[in-house]
C-alpha cells in the first residue's frame, strides 16, 4: 500500500472544503469544524489508496449537507455532469403538477392548457393527445401525437423548445404558433403568427423550412408536396419543393434587369390570360381542367391534363401566374422534365420578374435534388442572386450555392461562400455546414 500524499486534487478539495463552510454560515462549533475537517482529509486519504477510489467520491458522501451551488463547483472541477434543472410545467385549468412523459388528452368540446414555469403556455384543442417528454431549464420537449397544439412560448435565450408531430421536428426559440398534425393522412400543418420556427424532418429538405409570421405550411407525406401560404388576405404563395420559402415580387425590382436587354412584359399580355390560359381552365364535358386538379392538390393528375392539351403549348401561351402554377405542379408530381421546362419559360418569357428570378432558384433545387448536378446549381443558385440579391429566398440560395461549391470540388469557392454566409446569418440553417467547410 502506497502512502498518501498531498496532491493538488487534495488540494483542490481542501479549498473547496472551505468554501462549503462557508457557504453552510456559522453552523456547528469550532471544535466541532475541525474535527470534521480532520474526519474528511482521513477518509480522503484512506479513500484514494483503495483502487478505483478517487478522493472525490469520498468528499461527496461527507458533504452530503452541503450546498447545491458548492456540489457544482465540485462537479465542474472533476468533470461531473450537474443535473438539468427542472422547468416545472402544470397541465388543465385546475393545473395539476404535471409529469414529463405522461400522455394529455382533450376530450371532444375541451381544451387543455399546459403552462410552464417561465411563462410559456401551450394549449391542446378538442380531440388532441400531447406529452411532455423533457422539460428543463435547457430543452423543452413535447411530442403532439394528433390533433391541433397552439403556442405561445417566452423565449429566454438558452431553453429549446421543440414540437414533434410524427417525422416532423417544429423547433422554436421564442414565438406563438399551431401545430396541426394528422396521423392518419401524414399531414402537418404549421401557422406562425409572432416570431419564427424551423420546420424539419419528414419529405422536407434536410436544412428544413424557416418560417416566419403571418406565413401557414402545409406538408403532406404521403404525395410528398409541400406549400407555404400566407396566413391572411395575400396571394396564396406555393412553394416549389421540399424547403423553399418563397415570397415572389410580382412587378420588377430596382435590383432585377432583364437578361441580354430583353424588355419586361407587363401589362395585359403577362398579367391576363390567354386563349390558351382560357381554354386550360375551363372544364370540356364536365371534367376538370389541368388548373383545376392543381388548385385542388391533385398535381399528377393535373400534369397529366396538361399533357393531353399540350405542355409545348401551354407554356408558350399560359400567362405567367399559370404558367407558374404547372411549375409546381410538375414539381410537386416529380415530372422534374415538365418543371424544367415551365421554369425556363418563366425566365425566358418573363425576365427581370420575382417570379423569374425565382424560377432559377427552384431550377438549381431541381438540380442538386433531381439531377445531382451540383455544378449547374452552382449556377442557378449564382444567377438567383445575381438577380435578387435581397430577395426572401437569398439566405437558402447563398447556403446551397456554398453546398454545391463544395460538393462540386471548388473548395476555396465553397469556402468563401461560407464565410459571406456566417457573416449575414450566423444563426442560420446552413450556420454548422458553413462551419464544416471552414474546418475543411
Request: proline share 4%; glycine share 10%.
Given at each position: ?23 453552510l454560515?456559522?453552523g456547528p462549533s469550532a471544535?466541532?469544524?475541525?474535527a ?21 467520491l ?5 458533504a ?7 456540489l457544482?463547483?465540485?462537479g465542474?472541477?472533476f ?6 434543472k ?14 414529463a412523459?405522461k400522455w394529455?388528452?382533450a376530450?371532444p368540446g375541451?381544451?387543455v ?6 411563462g410559456s ?11 411532455v ?5 435547457e ?16 423565449g429566454?435565450g438558452k431553453?429549446e423548445?421543440a ?9 422554436v426559440l ?12 401524414s399531414?402537418?400543418?404549421v ?10 424532418g419528414?419529405?422536407?429538405?434536410e ?10 405550411l402545409v406538408?403532406n407525406g404521403?404525395d ?22 418563397e415570397?415572389?415580387?410580382e412587378?420588377p425590382?430596382?435590383?432585377?434587369t432583364?437578361?441580354d436587354?430583353?424588355?419586361v ?15 386550360a ?7 376538370p ?17 396538361a399533357?393531353e392539351e399540350?405542355?409545348d ?7 405567367r ?5 404547372l411549375?409546381?405542379a410538375a414539381?410537386?408530381?416529380r ?6 421546362k ?15 428570378a425565382?424560377?432559377?432558384f427552384m431550377?438549381?433545387?431541381m ?10 446549381a452552382r449556377?442557378?443558385f449564382s444567377?438567383?442572386l ?5 430577395g ?5 440560395a ?8 463544395d460538393?462540386?470540388g471548388?473548395?476555396e469557392?465553397?469556402?468563401r461562400?461560407?464565410?459571406?454566409y ?13 462551419e ?5
Open positions: 500500500m502506497r502512502n498518501w500524499k498531498m496532491s493538488d486534487e487534495m488540494k483542490i478539495l481542501e479549498r473547496v472544503g472551505e468554501r462549503v463552510a462557508g457557504d454560515g456559522d471544535d466541532r469544524r475541525e470534521q475537517k480532520r474526519a474528511f482529509v482521513s477518509l480522503a486519504a484512506s479513500g484514494a489508496s483503495r483502487r478505483g477510489h478517487r478522493p472525490i469520498v468528499f461527496v458522501g461527507v452530503a449537507a452541503a450546498s447545491v451551488a458548492a457544482l463547483v465540485v465542474a472541477l468533470g461531473v455532469e450537474p443535473e438539468e427542472p422547468m416545472p410545467f402544470w397541465v388543465g385549468e385546475g393545473e395539476e403538477i404535471g409529469s412523459g394529455v388528452h376530450r375541451d381544451e392548457p399546459i403552462r410552464f414555469d417561465n403556455r401551450m394549449e391542446l384543442e378538442e380531440q388532441s393527445a400531447a406529452r417528454v423533457e422539460s428543463t431549464q430543452k423543452v420537449d413535447v411530442n403532439l401525437s394528433t390533433g391541433k397544439l397552439k403556442a405561445d412560448i417566452k429566454n431553453t423548445w414540437v414533434n408531430a410524427g417525422p416532423y421536428k417544429v423547433s421564442g414565438t406563438e404558433f399551431r401545430v396541426d398534425w394528422n396521423a392518419s393522412t399531414t402537418l400543418e401557422a406562425v403568427t409572432r416570431g419564427k420556427v424551423l420546420v424539419q419528414g419529405n422536407l429538405s436544412y428544413g423550412i424557416k418560417l416566419e409570421a403571418g406565413k401557414r406538408a404521403l410528398g408536396s409541400v406549400a407555404v401560404e400566407a396566413i391572411r388576405d395575400r396571394e396564396l404563395q406555393v412553394v416549389a419543393g421540399a424547403g423553399a420559402v415570397e415572389v415580387a412587378e425590382s430596382a435590383s432585377t432583364p437578361r436587354g430583353a424588355a412584359v407587363a401589362g395585359p399580355v403577362a398579367q391576363g390570360r390567354s386563349a390558351v390560359g382560357r381554354k381552365a375551363s372544364s370540356e364535358k364536365g371534367t381542367s389541368w388548373l383545376d386538379l392543381a388548385e385542388e392538390r391533385d398535381y399528377a393528375g393535373a400534369v397529366s391534363a399533357e399540350g405542355i403549348a401551354l407554356v408558350e401561351g399560359l400567362p401566374d399559370d404558367l407558374w402554377k411549375a409546381n414539381r410537386y408530381a415530372r422534374p422534365m415538365v418543371s424544367s415551365a421554369y425556363t419559360a418563366v425566365r425566358d418569357r418573363f425576365p427581370g420578374t420575382g417570379k423569374a425565382t424560377a432559377a431550377l438549381g433545387r438540380a442538386i435534388d433531381d439531377k445531382a448536378s451540383p455544378e449547374a449556377k442557378w444567377i438567383y445575381d438577380e435578387a440579391p435581397g426572401p429566398l437569398a439566405e437558402e447563398l447556403g446551397r450555392l456554398m453546398d454545391a461549391c460538393k462540386s471548388r473548395g469557392e465553397a469556402k461562400k461560407a464565410r459571406v456566417l457573416s449575414r446569418y450566423q444563426d442560420g440553417i446552413f450556420a454548422k455546414l458553413a464544416s467547410i471552414l474546418q475543411q
